[in-house]
């Protein structure tokens, strides 16, 4: 922690539900440097309400609603400043006022691992990035090179109402108290947690004064488009949006220390994964299905630029019979060969280094819409797209590239390693 406030930018208002809540609590619990459970304990050990281990893991993972005191001495301990905390106690109080019994814990998605946990979520409050020139210089920008998918031109049109709101000078209290709406609702509309309605693009525009109709109908047009389903919906899975921004990336940069990344894992690899997590057969075999199909983007014209970096551990846990490890590393050596892929291993004798205890993957995409980092842990995984997070896992990601072997020799490691199993 730097010091400088790191919650600014959560709409705090958005948290309707404990699993809303937790996903925020989820990201300052990242952006504090993801302390572990025993520090959290022993930091509020002489708190008015210390933390236990076991109600703070339930808690980020959306399985138990903490009492309010429990939540603000966590925010507390993550080095949130008293005075930042009172948006979090109207949340928690608009949260409470609605909960109705226990939930039951949801199941394991992740992009590429099978631990438990919950699963992906949105963390981020406030995209910085641009869809297109909006206002009086409107213009509609040149397709990317692949059709955009729906996750893409929502977070194209929440960061466009955003942008016309604070060129218009209002507040999201404003818009909420002349529109007759909750306040929570503008906030979703402007995080990506919510898909507009046309009407509420209509009447969005006429508040924030929008005339261009060239600039209506564009922005119309997004509502329609960010309400497709991609193919991903069609299994009813909790991390859709991450499977929707990965398709829709120009450029995505993946660091794994543990586990060979999901876009890279062959069926035995990835089933082997599924079933380490207690899930039934039929789910498990959903998880392997899903995770070959993300891997199409691989072999499609104009795929996005993959660039992939492994600790060496990753190539030595054996995860599956020696013949699936086997398999696996072979499968690496195909794909390094790809021209848009590269595959590079950081190894045992460099020691120590930033990323060491992540996993993590950048998301960059075309037409100056933001960025995105998602991040797994056992406490589940979050996607954030503030600029600050945006330089400093991207600083991780530069600092593991120079301390990674080269391509070729990262494939002759891979394979020396592959010799050995049979």
């Known amino acids: 922690m730097d010091g400088n406030l ?19 609590l989820r990201v300052v619990h990242v952006r504090a440097d993801r302390p572990s459970l025993r520090s959290l304990e022993a930091t509020t050990r002489h708190y008015q309400t210390p933390l236990s281990k076991t109600i703070v893991s339930e808690m980020l993972k959306g399985r138990r609603f903490p009492r309010k005191a429990v939540m603000l001495s966590f925010l507390r301990a993550c080095g949130v400043p008293e005075e930042d905390t009172e948006p979090w106690r109207r949340a928690w109080e608009r949260v409470a006022s609605g909960e109705q019994q226990p939930r039951l814990a949801s199941e394991t998605a992740d992009s590429g691992r099978g631990a438990p946990g919950q699963a992906l979520s949105v963390g981020s409050a406030v995209g910085t990035g641009q869809p297109a020139e909006l206002g009086n210089g ?20 929440s960061a466009a109402l955003r942008r016309l709101r604070i060129d218009a000078g209002l507040t999201i209290d404003q818009v909420a108290e002349r529109l007759l709406c909750s306040q929570s609702k503008i906030s979703r509309l402007e995080t990506g947690f919510r898909t507009g309605s046309l009407r509420d693009i209509r009447d969005l525009c006429d508040l924030y004064g929008v005339t261009n109709q060239g600039q209506r109908d564009y922005l119309m047009e997004l509502a329609r488009q960010s309400r497709r389903q991609g193919w991903w919906q069609s299994y009813d899975i909790p991390f859709g949006t991450y499977i929707g921004l990965e398709n829709d ?9 543990t586990v060979i990344p999901g876009l890279l894992q062959t069926a035995g690899y990835a089933r082997a994964i599924s079933q380490s997590g207690n899930l039934s057969v039929e789910v498990a075999e959903q998880h392997v299905t899903i995770r070959l199909r993300r891997q199409e983007l691989l072999e499609r014209e104009n795929p996005p630029d993959l660039n992939f970096i492994l600790d060496e551990a990753a190539l030595h846990r054996h995860i599956g019979s020696s013949s699936v490890m086997k398999g696996q590393l072979d499968h690496l050596i195909a794909k390094s060969r790809l021209p848009h892929v590269s595959i590079r291993v950081i190894p045992f004798e460099h020691g120590a280094y930033k990323a060491l205890d992540s996993s993590f993957s950048i998301l960059e995409f075309p037409n100056k819409v933001a960025g995105a980092v998602y991040v797994e842990g056992f406490f589940g995984a979050i996607w954030m797209d503030r600029e600050r997070d945006l330089w400093r896992y991207q600083d991780a990601f530069l600092d593991a590239q120079s301390v990674a072997v ?3 020799e990262s494939a002759e490691m891979i394979a020396r390693i592959g010799s050995t199993m049979k």
Do not use: C, H, W, Y
Not at 249 to 257: G, H, L, T, V
């Open 6 to 24: 790191f919650t600014e930018d959560i709409v705090v208002t958005s948290a309707q539900t404990r699993d809303d809540l937790a996903e925020l």
């Open 138 to 157: 409107f213009s509609e920008e040149a397709e990317p090179r692949n059709s955009p998918g729906p996750q893409m031109r929502r977070r194209e049109l």
């Open 249 to 257: 990336a120009s450029k995505i940069s993946m660091f794994e220390a």
């Open 406 to 408: 080269g391509e070729g």
